[in-house]
């Protein structure tokens, strides 16, 4: 989702050129609204040779990284404009001091107000965490380390592993506990692992952050120096035992159901019943359905490092964790020591956001859906949810096509994606079943005692859905998100209100850049449910294989090149993309904007005799795709993200996306030999 990069030459003479094709068709309709604003586009540069410069580089000489982000572009434009509304919705809560006691007015006004009080904040101190220091300084057994580690836990600390409720991947109508590998301060395994200069880097500033932490809490620099390293020791084994994020994205590699004692046995140094009793799970009976342990061979690593680490490292493991946990509560001495690492190092920020915005994400990251609700009431209109639906439904209708008219594929998988897709569900807009928060209690005295109580209540929210049946209502996005997700579990897409919006959207704009956006967003949800790894999923959620061995080997083959064409592409400095790792996202982009395109090809406003702004509508279709990335990085934040995110960089998911789509070729007039125009033979068609 972002990117940026800049060229200058053959100005006139490409855009005469380009646009001889265009005014050739038709008379002009300058009164009808577009949805593009051609002031971004770069007619210095041949579409067809660098579409996503010509179609965003203006916008990105006129919108410079604001200092406090890591990125800017359409996506932050909009989260801004969200974060405007939201913001009105804190404020006048948290002026209104006679809300009912318990009502989702006063719980999101006292949040918001206790989050603000940077005086009482700073006043405070390390105070917020010496409660749960003097817990950890009174571990003497093993026992007992086990037990404020559950606690911690259960407050959103502790590191080791994760822990949630989730739908079991073969029998989608349970929901079981699952383990996942976890512990680590950095953003992955590979940070801990790999020595190239960034890595080396990172891991350097990574324990200078250690280290001052340390200091802060009254250790002398050698002392701080030693613990840190100790800490580090932790996490390399941790690390050195976890699966990379290519591995798990693999379906099959992270599921190993086991029953309560597999798992004892799997740690026999490690009581369990510890940590259930904490988190609320303690009858056994809750888990008749089975317990999923993501990789094995880590919590195995885990039960040695159990007995093979002192325990006075694992008490400062526990304190490091609180705080890397925590740093952005407490007062600024340790707040700054934490964006100098997250925000700086990791991912260039120049200087923190204002206080209101990160009291936006307190309270956000506690009362999220309640928020939502006051969020939709203002900004989302019915009217936006019925058409959006229908626009779903043309481009579901689309991929049914394009998969009956597959020539790769044989009748018998055919029949069976088909069955998937008739069974999408589809969800637009916000939830119709608010959660009940009636059982977090918020008030005006602390905000850090605020936000544990809230990761308490978040857990035991969770929790309680282990044994139940799945919630087909639940929602894993707020109202105001801007963003989108398939869940092969639930075999559902979902759209939420704030992605419902302009650049994306707009009920009034032009149904040719609406398709070349949301329904873009909308083709690339459904075409997740057959990428390489939603494609192990049935029409019921469970990881099944419906494919024939032929069709199988077939998908494949068109998968590994769509992988080699992306690791080609140089992301920043020496860094390249992983073909491999960005795969799912790769094929649904593709699959999303062929489907998209051919969704408005057959739709009622679809006229090609009518131009806006001087372009056809399947050149507004294509411009309309490129603007939604128009996004740039800063290059510590893409370094990051194209060694541990499964997106690729926006550049590439706009060019590298149209370099196989004929309809591109055709809507800019491209000849073989340009750069938007892979060869006939290389074209990758997935769906």
Request: charged share 25%; aromatic share 12%.
């Amino acid at each position: 989702m972002r990117h940026n990069f800049i060229s200058f030459i053959t100005a006139i003479c490409v855009i005469l050129i380009f646009n001889s094709g265009v005014t050739a068709q038709s008379s002009s309709s300058d009164d009808l609204k577009s949805g593009l604003n051609p002031e971004n586009f770069d007619h210095s540069i041949d579409p067809n040779s660098d579409f996503f410069d010509f179609a965003c580089n203006k916008w990105f000489e006129k919108n410079p990284i604001p200092a406090q982000n890591s990125r800017w572009g359409t996506w932050d434009v909009l989260i801004e404009q969200n974060y405007e509304v939201l913001k009105k919705i804190l404020e006048d809560a948290s002026r209104n001091t006679s809300a009912a006691p318990g009502s989702i007015e006063q719980k999101l006004g006292d949040l918001y107000f206790t989050a603000m009080d940077t005086v009482k904040i700073e006043k405070s101190g390390i105070e917020p965490l010496k409660k749960y220091f003097e817990m950890i300084d009174g571990i003497s057994t093993q026992e007992e380390f086990q037990k404020v580690f559950a606690y911690l836990k259960s407050a959103g600390s502790g590191g080791l592993f994760s822990v949630w409720a989730g739908q079991d991947d073969k029998n989608s109508r349970n929901v079981i506990l699952q383990f996942y590998q976890g512990g680590l301060g950095l953003s992955g395994k590979e940070y801990y692992t790999k020595n190239d200069e960034n890595s080396v880097k990172v891991r350097e500033k990574y324990m200078e952050f250690m280290r001052k932490i340390f200091a802060l809490l009254g250790n002398d620099n050698i002392t701080a120096g030693g613990i840190a390293q100790r800490i580090m020791d932790i996490e390399k084994r941790l690390a050195d035992a976890s699966m990379t994020r290519l591995e798990t994205r693999q379906a099959e590699a992270t599921y190993h159901p086991m029953n309560f004692q597999e798992v004892k046995d799997l740690m026999p140094d490690y009581n369990f019943d510890i940590l259930f009793n904490e988190i609320g799970i303690s009858d056994e009976r809750r888990f008749g359905k089975g317990i999923n342990v993501g990789q094995p061979e880590f919590f195995k690593e885990l039960n040695r490092m159990l007995a093979d680490v002192k325990l006075e490292d694992w008490k400062n493991y526990l304190k490091w964790n609180l705080i890397r946990n925590n740093a952005d509560k407490l007062s600024p001495d340790f707040e700054n020591a934490s964006f100098e690492f997250y925000g700086k190092t990791l991912r260039g920020s120049e200087e923190q956001r204002p206080r209101w915005k990160k009291s936006l994400s307190f309270v956000e990251s506690a009362l999220g859906e309640p928020l939502g609700q006051k969020f939709v009431e203002l900004k989302f209109k019915p009217e936006t949810k019925s058409k959006a639906l229908q626009m779903v439904n043309n481009i579901k209708e689309s991929f049914k096509d394009r998969i009956n008219q597959n020539d790769w594929m044989s009748e018998a998988t055919k029949k069976e994606a088909l069955k998937k897709l008739s069974t999408f569900n589809v969800k637009i807009g916000y939830t119709d079943e608010w959660k009940d928060y009636s059982g977090l209690e918020i008030d005006r005295n602390s905000f850090f005692d605020n936000m544990i109580r809230a990761s308490k209540f978040r857990m035991k929210q969770n929790m309680e859905k282990i044994g139940k049946p799945v919630n087909k209502n639940d929602w894993y996005m707020y109202p105001q998100t801007v963003n989108a997700y398939y869940s092969s579990s639930n075999n559902e897409i979902v759209f939420p209100a704030g992605i419902l919006q302009p650049p994306f959207y707009d009920p009034a704009a032009d149904d040719a850049v609406n398709y070349g956006g949301i329904g873009m967003v909308i083709g690339h949800e459904i075409s997740h449910g057959f990428d390489d790894q939603g494609r192990k999923y049935d029409s019921e959620g469970n990881m099944k294989d419906w494919w024939t061995e032929e069709d199988a080997a077939n998908f494949k083959v068109r998968a590994d090149m769509l992988a080699k064409q992306y690791s080609g592409y140089n992301a920043v400095d020496s860094y390249y993309v992983d073909g491999n790792l960005t795969l799912g996202e790769n094929i649904a982009d593709l699959g999303g904007i062929i489907t998209a395109y051919h969704a408005y090809m057959k739709s009622i406003d679809y006229n090609d005799e009518i131009l806006i702004d001087g372009y056809t509508p399947s050149q507004r279709f294509f411009l309309g795709f490129a603007q939604m990335w128009m996004i740039n990085y800063r290059p510590e934040l893409m370094t990051m993200l194209v060694k541990t995110d499964s997106h690729s960089p926006p550049k590439f998911r706009v060019n590298g996306t149209i370099t196989n789509v004929e309809e591109f070729v055709k809507a800019f007039g491209g000849k073989e030999g340009d750069p938007m125009v892979n060869p006939k033979d290389k074209k990758i068609v997935i769906w």
